[in-house]
C-alpha cells in the first residue's frame, strides 16, 4: 500500500490532467530539474508531517505535504499565466489514483524570483494525503 511518500506521483498526475498547463509547458519534473526548455514546472516536498487516527489503533490518517511548485518562463507574463493555471487546477482539488487520495490541496503561499535565466512563481501547497 502506497503512504503520503508517494504525494509526488498524485500531484504529477493532476497537473498533467489539466489541458491549460499541458498545454503551456515542455516538461513537468518531479524534485531535479534536467536540460529544461522554458516554460516548464518543478516540484518538490518542503515539509510532511505524519497524522495518526485518534483512536489509538496506530493507523495513519491523512497525512499532510507541503510542496513547493515551481513555474519557469522566459518571460514574466508568461510564468504568471503558468502559476495561474496551476493555481486554477489544484486549489481545492480532491484527486484519486490507485490507492493514493488527496483528499484535499490549498495554495498557501506565493514568491517570484529570477532565476536559471528564467522568472520563477513558486507557489506553495499544503496537501492532505492518505
Known sequence: MATSL???KLLYAALN???AIK???????????DKAV?????FARQRHEREMMKTGTGVAGADTVEVEIDCFAAHYADAVELAEAVVEQLDGLQYRQDDLY???CS???AFEEFANDAYKIGLMFHLKVR
Open 6 to 8: 508517494s504525494y509526488g
Open 17 to 19: 490532467d489539466s489541458e
Open 23 to 33: 498545454g503551456r509547458v515542455t516538461k513537468i519534473f518531479p524534485v531535479v530539474v
Open 38 to 42: 522554458c516554460p516548464y514546472i518543478a
Open 102 to 104: 488527496m483528499r484535499a
Open 107 to 109: 495554495w498557501t503561499d
